[in-house]
Nanobody
Framework: QVQLVESGGGLVQAGGSLRLSCAASGRTFSSYAMGWFRQAPGKEREFVAAISWSGGSTYYADSVKGRFTISRDNAKNTVYLQMNSLKPEDTAVYYC?????????????WGQGTQVTVSS
């Protein structure tokens, strides 16, 4: 069992930056691939980024590639999402998730989400 708690969301102007954190409980964090997803009002949840258990492989949605960076610190049981050059269309609730394989599907555990609002 893994419990995930996101933090770092907030209100930022377009062009600004935020760093989201996701703290995981449990001693098996390092064995999980981690992902970030987001859901805007009236839209389906969508994949944002993922990272393998070792941190050696990362994956991004085309919409965030070059602007967002996912990373993890297994010693701190934490995964991060550095978001730069934010756009109003990045406004959403951001969720982290843990699963067996880095990618867009197959996540078993989810956090409660953190709101990111980008003003124009």
């Amino acid at each position: 069992q893994v419990q995930l708690v996101e933090s770092g969301g907030g209100l930022v102007q377009a062009g600004g930056s935020l760093r989201l954190s996701c703290a995981a409980s449990g001693r098996t964090f390092s064995s999980y691939a981690m992902g970030w997803f987001r859901q805007a009002p009236g839209k389906e949840r969508e994949f944002v980024a993922a990272i393998s258990w070792s941190g050696g492989s990362t994956y991004y949605a085309d919409s965030v590639k070059g602007r967002f960076t996912i990373s993890r610190d297994n010693a701190k049981n934490t995964v991060y999402l550095q978001m730069n050059s934010l756009k109003p269309e990045d406004t959403a609730v951001y969720y982290c998730a843990a699963g067996s394989t880095a990618g867009q599907l197959g996540y078993d555990y989810w956090g409660q989400g953190t709101q990111v609002t980008v003003s124009s």
